[in-house]
């Protein structure tokens, strides 16, 4: 069974830093893209960027909303995806999602339960 | 403002089809696959179509979707109450080098 565990989130005042988690299991990690999405309270999906996998160099994508302040890596010995934030605002507060990369890369097949960032002073 | 465009609520009848639509551009849906989520109140997105059509294992065929040109339509037939969620399209944009979603569209069913 594919399960992604988000941990890590908390509360975080703003121009802080906080690094999120996600555990990763039933598959083989190594072979997958992995991606954050994310959502703020009552509000829709928002995407955060992709880790592509070894075949792909392990290269990066970011939104421009967080570009240059978040850093998405990954550790395929541990089965884990990591998110570094940075300089967070308080429009970053959001459940982040981990989530699975279809093989066709044509959408997400498995998501985390999230885990809930809050930027507040 | 979103990427995609979708409306903001549809309703329909217990029974009955109901279809959202999800409309972008040749740098998005026109030239790359399209997905579409399904969030119950209170819960992580659930995968309901990818590459435009498929339906992963577990979905019902009731569920369907459809691409064409620079749009993509969600179909959802014999309506149950527990289909009531807010539903996102996703695709990749090409210009931008990054996953965009729809706005989401919350479906009730009367």
């Known amino acids: 069974e594919v399960q992604l565990v988000e941990s890590g989130g908390g509360l975080v005042q703003p121009g802080g830093s906080l690094s999120l988690s996600c555990a990763a299991s039933?598959?083989?990690?190594?072979?997958?893209?992995m991606d954050w999405v994310r959502q703020a309270p009552g509000k829709g999906l928002e995407w955060v960027g992709r880790?592509?996998?070894?075949?792909?160099?392990?290269?990066?994508e970011y939104a421009a909303s967080v570009k240059g302040r978040f850093i998405i890596s990954r550790d395929d010995s541990k089965n884990s995806l990591y998110l570094q934030m940075n300089s967070l605002k308080t429009e970053d507060t959001a459940v982040y999602y981990c989530?699975?990369?279809?093989?066709?890369?044509?959408?997400?097949?498995?998501w985390g339960q999230g885990t809930l960032v809050t930027v507040s002073s | 403002q979103s990427v995609l465009t979708q409306p903001p609520s549809v309703s329909a009848a217990p029974g009955q089809k109901v279809t959202i639509s999800c409309s972008g551009s040749?740098?998005?849906?026109?030239?790359?696959?399209v997905s579409w989520y399904q969030q119950l109140p209170g819960t992580a997105p659930k995968l309901l179509i990818y590459?435009?059509?498929e339906r992963p294992s577990g979905i019902p065929d009731r569920f369907s979707g459809s691409k064409s040109g620079t749009s993509a339509t969600l179909g959802i037939t014999g309506l149950q109450t527990g289909d009531e969620a807010d539903y996102y399209c996703?695709?990749?944009?090409?210009?931008?080098?990054?996953?965009?979603f729809g706005g989401g569209t919350k479906l009730t069913v009367l």
């Open positions: 039933g598959f083989t990690f190594s072979d997958h893209y």
């Open positions: 989530v699975r990369v279809t093989s066709s890369w044509g959408g997400f097949d498995y």
């Open positions: 590459d435009n059509n």
């Open positions: 880790n592509r996998n070894k075949a792909n160099s392990y290269t990066t």
């Open positions: 040749s740098s998005n849906i026109g030239n790359n696959y």
């Open positions: 996703g695709t990749w944009d090409g210009s931008l080098s990054a996953v965009v």
